[in-house]
């Protein structure tokens, strides 16, 4: 099972917070991200986080979003603070079977399911 498998989506209120979650079973010493892609928009990299936890953000969302990875639970995180209306958009955790983390989602091998994010004015 290479699939990775994301949580955490849903509704909230704009400047409120979420945390998604991703499961990726054994891949976590690799480079992994996580993407957004708006109705009508390309996909995009939020974040990244390499196997040294060097982290990369978009500029739209430093300072608000934080990614994280924790090794117990084999898993990877995106704490998302507020929030506006301009981050509704399906989360995409992808996995890279690298150390290093280009932006292009092209460049990603493993890809979860996707998880809805609606922020609400």
């Known amino acids: 099972q290479v699939r990775p498998v994301e949580s955490g989506g849903g509704s909230v209120q704009a400047g409120g917070s979420l945390r998604l979650s991703c499961t990726t079973s054994g891949y976590i010493m690799n480079c992994m991200g996580w993407f957004r892609q708006a109705l009508g928009n390309e996909r995009e990299r939020d974040a990244s986080?390499?196997?040294?936890?060097?982290?990369i953000y978009a500029d739209s969302v430093k300072g608000r979003f934080t990614i994280s990875q924790d090794n117990a639970k084999n898993t990877l995180y995106l704490h998302m603070t507020f929030l506006k209306t301009e981050d509704t958009a399906i989360y995409y955790c992808?996995?890279?079977?690298?150390?290093?983390?280009?932006?292009?989602?092209?460049?990603?091998?493993?890809w979860g399911q996707g998880t809805q994010v609606t922020v609400s004015s």
């Open positions: 992808a996995v890279r079977a690298s150390p290093k983390c280009p932006s292009s989602q092209g460049a990603y091998h493993y």
């Open positions: 986080i390499d196997m040294k936890s060097m982290t």
